[in-house]
Structure formats: C-alpha cells, structure tokens
C-alpha cells in the first residue's frame, strides 16, 4: 500500500500554525493579549512583494511601540550574527 499524505493549503497550514502559537504561549488563558498584529509577505499583480497585516486592538500608539520592539529585536539578531562572525576580533586567548 501507498502511504498518502495529506496536502495541506497554505491557510491551512497558517491557522495550524496560529492555533500552535497561541497554545504554546497560553494567550486565551486570563484575556492577557492586549493588541496584536499579523503580518505576511504577498506579491502584487506586478509580482513585486508586498506586506500584508491584521490587528487586533490595536491603534497607532501599539502599532508604533511593536514597530519599535521589532527594530530593536532586528538590531539584536544582526549584532548576533556580526558577533558570531567575528567573535575571533574581540577575544583574545591566553595560552
């Protein structure tokens, strides 16, 4: 016999996704998410990317703060990688 595998649509595979997340993270236990945002890549009828999003309670004030919270976790992922490169510059071994 074949083994069949189930062909999963990419909204299938997001709302899985989505329903992992909020169980990993306990976000329907005690109302504790405020505001959220949703966002994904989509190509334009010209084929040129284009970021989609959804909120949820969220007005321009969150937006902007997670907007923030974003630049800082990009700044701190690219000064990781930059160190993990060129942790050799900065530590000097005693022989």
Request: with cysteine.
């Amino acid at each position: 016999m074949d083994n069949i595998i189930e062909f999963k649509t990419r909204s299938k595979l997001l709302k899985e996704w989505l329903k992992e997340v909020i169980k990993i993270n306990a976000l329907t236990k005690n109302d504790n998410v405020k505001s959220a945002i949703i966002m994904w890549e989509t190509k334009d009828k010209n084929g040129d990317s284009v970021l989609m999003h959804a909120k949820y309670n969220c007005g321009m004030q969150e937006f902007e703060w997670m907007k923030n919270c974003m630049d800082a976790q990009v700044f701190n992922m690219k000064m990781d990688e930059y160190l993990r490169k060129n942790i050799g510059k900065y530590i000097e071994y005693i022989e």
